[in-house]
């Protein structure tokens, strides 16, 4: 695909102005060995006054410099300039004139070769983009003068040659060269893009973590990419742009302005957690020994509640009403999270497991009690059966199950309980509505509110002791009353839960019909970059089945094979449709319906192409020419929840888990 067009627009399209990009290849070459002989040469020749004066150097300081040089004091101030000037315009125009003796050439050349397709790629994005290049010398000094809204930085930043210790000391000082970059400017964080020349990929997620922004980790990942130098070349006067490169361009600035917002958003949110939480321990440190025994004797044992729940329900809500006091919510970065218009040309489905945000939203509507057991039945208990997926949900309300004071027992012997099942994501029906994870699985809970079973409050028969059933925790109140009001149609509504969109992945195979012999068949294309799709699980009962996302690296590599066929290989009709399907002026309508707005399982995908879940195409003469089909079964969402590259080292290898292709995707509450 035309890589850098797109690229292009997208860095105009987004107001993206101000980019600096900061390398040591960039810093002048120290003022040893041969490099102060060829200077001292360069200042003596009268011939090169000229040259001086084309570098913006006064004839005063070539004169201290040339005399410094001859003393030998490579500290002085304006041979530093000199040095610095002359390399700075040999950067620039890459003019031998220059360059005194070669040695800029020698010792940095191989250096700027690998940057000039990087920087002839900017240079395009726009006659009013400022763009800046400084080495570690300077970094710092020219990034408090632009404000920069896109940074690009050397993984490794050294002005030695990089081998062994020298290599992790590199690392180290870049990473604390960035810190101390973001934390040079009070204003908005810059998008940023990591750069190497090595194969650091694998070690980009955990070079973000340590990165520290006044004392605390607030380098967002969605604000932060990394990009192989070598996927940038100029081949024959034309700029080659690899697929991983477009991927770490456009996703920078595609997603710009909307994680800019969400960026100070999230930073506004922090800060009023943080005022919230000092005046919660202001106001607890307040209270007496007496205040608690108060609550215990004269409340809390009459109403059969332990203390330790009281306190969490009391800590927690308070917690939450100051949180909701001090975020100022009526500011702009947080209004401007709705607008629509701010993330509608992002494309593609979300890239890596969202393993995060999955749990985050069972963490929310399940209590598993791993840190206090349960002492006794409450609303919203969720057993599920040991063999297979029935589960049974406690309907009874807390007021008739709690053993008050002047109490032997509580006011029911038996609990109501509502039955239901765990269904995978792939059965009719499964939605993301009623989202659960069970032994490292997720489900959909659905509930018959038909299945209405009364079980004893104790003994052997219970629920809590009866062998076939395990606890697996309680819905929160809002969720145990949905489950309340969806079995007492009689009385109102008094909660509703609050669905995600749901995302899963699922492999994806493309089949093109071509000829054989007489008739046609359907071959596999075998693209293997990035063959996860992700499917958008709708609600309800997803009669218009459920909406496709494909990776931006396979539509890229889909496009490349199928560039290599040719139309004779393909019925008259499949050939003009593969032609049509190629053409530039179409690439819009595929990208908005493979990668932006998406495409639903049982209706028809871009230009008569289909994506469907199922392990065959449909080999009809009405089917379609190219088929996209998502593989999705039991056993391979056995899987589904992998280990997230973005966890810290520490935690992946305490994760006995195999990472497969089958990978939860973003959970949008």
């Given amino acids: 695909m035309r890589h850098e067009k797109r690229i292009v627009e997208a860095f105009k399209k987004n107001g993206i102005q101000r980019i600096l990009v900061i390398d040591d290849g960039y810093d002048a070459p120290p003022l040893d060995g041969n490099v102060l002989g ?40 304006e041979l530093l300039k000199v040095n610095s000037a002359l390399y700075a315009r040999f950067v620039s125009t890459r003019d031998p004139r220059f360059d005194p003796g070669k040695q800029f050439n020698n010792l940095k050349g191989a250096t700027l070769d690998v940057l000039a397709p990087l920087e002839e790629l900017l240079k395009k994005c726009g006659e009013v983009v400022e763009i800046k290049y400084a080495g570690l010398d300077e970094g710092e000094k020219v990034y408090r003068c632009q404000k920069p809204q896109v940074v690009f930085l050397d993984y490794y930043l050294s002005p030695e040659v990089l081998v062994g210790d020298r290599m992790t000391n590199a690392r180290v000082k870049s990473i604390n060269f960035l810190g101390q970059l973001l934390n040079a400017n009070e204003g908005e964080i810059p998008a940023i893009v990591l750069m190497s020349s090595e194969g650091v990929k694998d070690k980009v997620e955990q070079f973000r973590q340590e990165v520290k922004v006044r004392g605390r980790n607030k380098l967002l990942a969605l604000r932060f990419r990394f990009l192989q130098k070598s996927w940038i070349k100029v081949e024959d006067g034309e700029i080659k742009i690899a697929n991983e490169a477009a991927d770490a361009l456009l996703d920078t600035a595609q997603e710009f302005v909307f994680g800019q917002v969400l960026q100070c958003a999230l930073s506004k949110w922090q800060e009023g957690a943080d005022k919230a939480m000092n005046a919660l321990l202001q106001e607890i440190s307040d209270l007496t020994p007496k205040d608690f025994a108060y609550l215990l004797r004269f409340r809390l044992v009459d109403e059969g509640v332990s203390m330790s729940d009281y306190l969490e329900w009391l800590f927690g809500e308070s917690l939450r009403a100051l949180v909701d006091e001090h975020v100022p919510w009526r500011d702009q970065d947080f209004t401007r999270l709705d607008d629509l218009d701010l993330s509608k040309g992002i494309e593609g489905a979300f890239d890596g497991p969202s393993v995060r945000i999955a749990k985050f939203f069972h963490r929310i509507r399940i209590d598993e009690h791993k840190s206090r057991p349960q002492k006794r039945h409450a609303l919203g208990d969720i057993y599920i059966c040991t063999e297979g997926n029935a589960v049974r949900g406690v309907l009874t309300p807390d007021c008739d199950l709690v053993v008050r004071k002047r109490k032997r027992a509580a006011k029911v012997r038996n609990v109501l309980t509502m039955g239901g099942e765990l269904r995978s994501f792939d059965q009719d029906g499964a939605s993301a509505d009623q989202f659960v994870i069970h032994n490292e699985k997720p489900y959909s809970l ?111 590599a889909l496009f490349d094979r199928l560039q290599k066929f040719e139309q004779t290989t393909l019925d008259d009709t499949d050939g003009k449709k593969l032609a049509k399907f190629l053409k530039e002026e179409n690439e819009d309508t595929i990208i908005k319906g493979l990668l932006i707005k998406g495409s639903l399982t049982k209706d028809k995908g871009p230009l008569g192409t289909r994506l469907a879940i199922a392990e065959k195409p449909d080999k009809k003469p009405c089917s379609p020419w190219l088929q996209l089909l998502l593989k999705l ?21 305490e994760a006995d888990k195999d990472v497969t292709g089958w990978t939860w995707r973003r959970a949008r509450l």
């Avoid at 200077?39 to 410094?68: S, W």
């Avoid at 079964?633 to 290898?653: F, G, W, Y």
């Fill in 633 to 653: 079964s039991e056993e391979a969402m056995k899987e589904l929840l992998t280990i997230d590259p973005r966890l810290p080292i520490a935690e992946v290898l």
């Fill in 38 to 77: 060829e200077l001292i040469d360069f200042l003596e020749n009268t011939e090169n006054k000229a040259t001086c004066a084309d570098a913006g150097l006064p004839l005063g300081d070539v004169q201290a410099a040339k005399q410094a040089a001859l003393d030998n004091d490579t500290e002085a101030e």
């Fill in 446 to 556: 659905k509930w018959d509110p038909k299945d209405l079973v009364t079980f004893p409050l104790e003994g052997k028969c219970s629920l809590r002791n009866h062998n076939g059933y395990q606890f697996a925790g309680t819905l929160r109140p809002l969720y145990a009353q949905a489950m309340q009001r969806q079995s007492l149609t009689d009385m109102s509504r008094v909660g509703l839960e609050v669905a995600p969109v749901m995302g899963i992945d699922a492999e994806v195979t493309a089949w093109l019909r071509v000829k054989n012999g007489k008739g046609t068949e359907f071959e596999n294309l075998a693209v293997e970059e990035s063959k996860i799709a992700t499917i958008l699980l709708e609600r309800a009962d997803a009669k218009s089945g459920h909406k496709v996302l494909l990776r931006r690296t396979y539509v890229h």
